[in-house]
């Protein structure tokens, strides 16, 4: 491969020296115009094509055309970084130091690392030596390259500036950064990145070293299952699981988690009667007592009021009836107050008794009578139970008493009779009427009539008359002069009772009316009528009341609208009406008067204001009701409550809230004055990084950090804080046997050792870390250091552990394979999951049709637990099957073996559910065919009922090894008895 130059390039100086060419430049500038290129290979020797212009390699890298890789450069080109140019690769076998060169005097060539940075290039010269020889110089004026230093500039000449100083790393977790050292010639500053809040995500995201912490925790159930955890563990969300449930007691938590608290306790009953009580056995978590009510003075209503275990007694008896009806009757029977019902009355007899009950005694028998008048006598017909006799007194004179004096049954007989007055006044009376002695009264005098008769009664007739009754004349009472003037006209005079009559019919003076006539006969008509009045206030109106002889009608004005002037403006009667009231003041200051009053506009004056009180009034007038009476506090914790003292004009109490299950937000949820009491503590890290911390600090749920684990030393502790003692300094050693191999159902000695560098002591387990999963195979001895056994069942690779344990728990362990191979060129094994009797059966087909169970067990063509090794085909045993282990009550297994199978015929497979244990079903059977040690075919079958047959397959042995065995499932199941 060509190697590229890392020593000087040497450029002939008189080669493209002179006055650098520029692209694109001015012709008459005296600067050369360099020629147009596609390639270097278009420019001439020292030439660089840039950018479409052929520069001399010198410009090239003085206009800053330089490379740093080789994928800078054209192809075939290599770059040399000591000079950013892009060169010829050197020959094969060149060394690359510039070969000796005869030079011409005079002849200069560039030497140097490079005029990259702050490097700059040297010259070598053709001189002579003090022999006259010419020859190259030294590389003379050179700058050579220094380590990078942060200061802007390309110190070691590479065409990079302060590259490999490195970086700067400031910050923890997500606020971890890393900066180059240097930028732009200054040393920089690293700036850690801004936290943000802490997530799960298993990041330091708030930057303070430590991972997920702070987080809120999870809660979740209810009442005593309430629970709270971190809600996030090693960058995962955790779910929250509530506790077990418990049953429910009085301790105000809800016990069986149901969301009730102290819910389903029993009722306490005491006192008897209308003592009895029955309360709740717990309120508030507290235990309850009962106490029995107070007795009652008993009434008759069925129950024990005074709570003395008797009902409705001493509520006395009750009476009614009089007489022979009279009766008595307890009051209240049976808890019903009782009616008395008298007796039935009878027909009264005179016995001293009050027969018929009406509260007298010998009532109603009357009294006997005898004689007349005043010898009438009476005398009760019954006295004292005893029947009565009447005798008449004796008669006398009769006189005018209204009494039957002398008892001949006629009263006041033989009295004379008065008379008295005179003229239509005479009058005859009887001198005695009803007993009483009468006066004679004359009849009433009347006026005299002038009608032949005494009608005063004073003895004369007709006296004082002045004219015949019914006698008629002229007559006119009017004033004098009037009398034919206008209406007035003479009426007539009627003499009656010897008297002249009112004048009738007579027109007198009447007072003028508007009719047009003289009413009043002075010869003038509708005279001195006066005016009509009407309306009121300021519509009252007057006018003349006739006019014309017709009468006038008065209107009254406009009413108009009622000001405050003392008049009736809107004429309803009213003066000043309906002109409202004035209110001022607020709440109780608050005042409302007439806003007119004498015809006077008035003025609101509020009232005094007073101190606030709870009554739903504004007493201090502020416009504002019961404000500023302050507030009532009750309750602590989550269960303080503060309520306005008033609300509505009515006090208020104030009830605390009701306690929850305290949970930690640094409030006292269950309000006994304690916050976030009963969370305990948490425990994390195991060995001496074991730490302790308070669940819950201020509210906010803790997160306990182990401490930080140190390499493990033998010192009986766990340093390294995975949670063994010890483990790695002075663990016990243990020692296994080599592995083995072995026949199937081999038992295999092992023999072990277990010694402690620290003299602990040991115990020893054996155990299994894997094996065929058919196979059931035990320890004779598990926790025997020395030696156990093994029995190795089925074919398959059993890994066993032995592991030692020391007094700290400082384990170690060991392990051997134990390999086991099956026996013979063809080799059948049947297990079972579920400890069972069940048989593994191998037929020849010269027993017959393998579907028939009848073929099988048939004797001798059936190897099984009956027939276990059967003599069959050539002579020997070579060829004969062979049941190497029947097991009646495992999981088997059971195996056929046969050491070189018969080629000529094919074999039948069966398995027999024999007997059915007690145990689970279904019972799965596994059957597996090795040909000469390679498992061919593995069959596995469910079985749920006794004596059923599965016939497995065919196994067919046409050639040597495996590659000539051939299995063909069958699987066809039957009753065999």
């Known amino acids: 491969m060509p190697r590229k130059w890392s020593a000087v390039v040497f450029l002939l100086a008189g080669v493209g020296c002179g006055t650098p060419a520029r692209v694109g430049g001015d012709p008459d500038s005296g600067l050369g115009v360099a020629p147009r290129c596609n390639s270097g290979v278009e420019c001439g ?65 560039s030497c140097g690392q490079s005029k990259l940075g702050e490097c700059r290039l040297g010259v070598i010269r053709c001189e002579a030596d003090d022999a006259g020889v010419f020859a190259l110089t030294s590389c003379q004026g050179a700058v050579e390259g220094s380590a990078e230093a942060c200061d802007g500039r390309d110190n070691d000449c590479d065409g990079l500036s302060d590259e490999g100083l490195g970086d700067l ?254 003229g239509i006044c005479l009058r005859s009376v009887a001198s005695c009427v009803g007993g009483v002695p009468q006066a004679c009264v004359p009849g009433a005098a009347q006026a005299e009539t002038c009608d032949g008769q005494d009608d005063d009664c004073d003895g004369q007739t007709d006296e004082g008359c002045n004219c015949l009754n019914g006698q008629t004349r002229s007559c006119y009472s009017g004033p004098a002069g009037t009398q034919g003037v206008g209406r007035c006209q003479a009426g007539t005079q009627l003499c009656a009772t010897g008297q002249w009559g009112a004048c009738m019919n007579e027109l007198l003076p009447s007072t003028e009316g508007c009719n047009g006539l003289d009413d009043d006969c002075d010869g003038q008509t509708d005279e001195a009528l006066g005016n009509l009045s009407c309306g009121q206030g300021a519509c009252a109106r007057t006018v003349a009341a006739c006019v014309g002889g017709a009468s006038q009608v008065c209107t009254p004005g406009a009413p108009v609208l009622e000001v405050c002037n003392g008049s009736d403006d809107d004429c309803d009667g009213l003066v000043d009406d309906n002109l409202g009231t004035l209110s001022c003041g607020v709440g109780a200051c608050g005042r409302t008067v007439a806003a007119c009053v004498g015809g006077v506009a008035q003025t609101c004056t509020p009232g005094a204001p007073g101190t606030e009180v709870c009554d739903g009034a504004d007493n201090d007038c502020d416009g504002q009701t019961d404000e500023a009476l302050g507030n009532l506090s009750c309750g602590q914790g ?105 026949n199937p159902n081999t038992s295999v000695t092992l023999t072990t050792s277990a010694t402690s560098s620290v003299g602990r002591p040991l115990s020893c387990a054996w155990s299994v870390v894997s094996r065929p999963a058919t196979s059931s ?45 099956p026996l013979g060129d063809l080799w059948v094994e049947l297990t079972w999951n579920q400890p069972n009797d069940m048989d593994l059966h191998f037929l020849h087909p010269s027993g017959g049709n393998r579907r028939q169970a009848a073929s099988w067990s048939a004797s001798p063509w059936d190897c099984y637990w009956l027939n276990p090794n059967p003599s069959w085909d050539a002579a020997g045993t070579a060829d004969d099957p062979s049941l190497d282990l029947d097991d009646i009550t495992g999981t088997g297994p059971e195996n056929t073996r046969i050491n070189v199978p018969a080629t000529a015929h094919t074999y039948a497979i069966g398995v027999h559910m024999f007997s059915w244990a007690a145990s689970p079903t279904p019972v799965v059977a596994t059957v597996r065919v090795y040909c000469a040690g390679q498992l061919k075919a593995t069959r596995t079958r469910s079985f749920s009922t006794v004596k059923e047959f599965w016939v497995v397959g065919v196994v067919d042995f046409a050639g040597a090894g495996s590659a000539g065995c051939f299995f063909t499932p069958d699987g066809h199941t039957m009753q065999k008895p």
């Open 45 to 109: 020797p020292s030439q660089r094509c840039v950018e479409g212009a052929c520069l001399a390699a010198e410009d090239a890298i003085d206009a800053g055309f330089f490379c740093t890789l080789d994928q800078d450069c054209s192809k075939g080109l290599v770059c040399l970084r000591s000079r950013g140019e892009c060169v010829a690769p050197p020959p094969e076998g060149d060394s690359g130091v510039p070969p000796t060169v005869a030079c011409t005097p005079g002849v200069e060539m």
């Open 169 to 422: 790393s400031c910050g923890v977790g997500a606020c971890a950064r890393t900066v180059p050292a240097c930028t732009q010639g200054a040393t920089a500053t690293c700036t850690p990145g801004t936290p943000v809040a802490e997530t799960c995500n298993g990041v330091d995201d708030d930057c303070n070293g430590s991972i997920d912490e702070g987080l809120p925790t999870v809660t979740c159930g209810t009442g005593a299952c309430a629970r709270s955890q971190p809600s996030c563990v090693g960058g995962v969300a955790q779910a929250c699981t509530p506790g077990p449930s418990a049953a429910e007691t009085c301790n105000s938590r809800d016990d069986d988690c149901n969301g009730v608290v102290d819910d389903g306790m029993p009722a306490l009953s005491c006192g008897v009667g209308a003592c009895a009580r029955s309360v709740s056995s717990c309120v508030g978590g507290q235990a309850q007592q009962c106490v029995p009510g107070l007795p009652s003075a008993e009434s008759c209503n069925g129950q024990d009021d005074d709570c003395n275990g008797q009902v409705d007694e001493g509520l006395g008896l009750l009476s009614c009836g009089v007489g022979v009806c009279a009766r008595t009757v307890s009051a209240c029977v049976s808890g019903t107050a009782q009616l008395c019902t008298p007796g039935t009355p009878a027909a009264e007899t005179c016995n001293g008794l009050d027969d018929d009950c009406d509260g007298l005694v010998d009532d109603g028998f009357g009294s006997a009578s005898c004689g007349l008048g005043a010898c009438a006598r009476t005398v009760p017909a019954c006295l004292s139970g005893m029947a009565q006799t009447c005798a008449p007194g004796a008669p006398s004179a009769e006189v005018c008493n209204g009494l039957d004096d002398d008892c001949d049954g006629q009263t006041d007989e033989g009295q004379p009779t008065t008379t008295c007055g005179q």
């Open 638 to 742: 989550a269960c303080a409550r503060t309520v306005a003292a008033c609300v509505s004009g009515v006090a208020q109490t104030c009830s605390p809230g009701n306690p929850t299950a305290e949970i930690c937000d640094g409030v006292d949820n269950d309000c006994d004055g304690t916050v976030d009491d009963g969370f305990g503590n948490v425990t994390c890290g195991q060995g001496v990084c074991q730490r302790t911390v308070a669940s819950c600090v201020s509210g906010m749920a803790q997160s306990c950090t182990p401490g930080s684990p140190s390499a493990e030393s033998c010192n009986s502790q766990d340093d390294d804080c995975d949670g063994t003692v010890d483990d790695g300094t002075c663990a016990p050693t243990s020692t296994c046997p080599a592995n083995q191999t072995v």
């Open 777 to 821: 195979g035990t320890f004779s001895a598990p926790t025997n250091c020395a030696q156990s056994t093994y029995l190795a069942d089925v074919v398959g690779a059993h890994v066993l552990r032995f592991t030692v344990t020391d007094s700290l728990g400082v384990s170690s362990s060991c392990q051997v394979t134990i390999t086991v191979q």
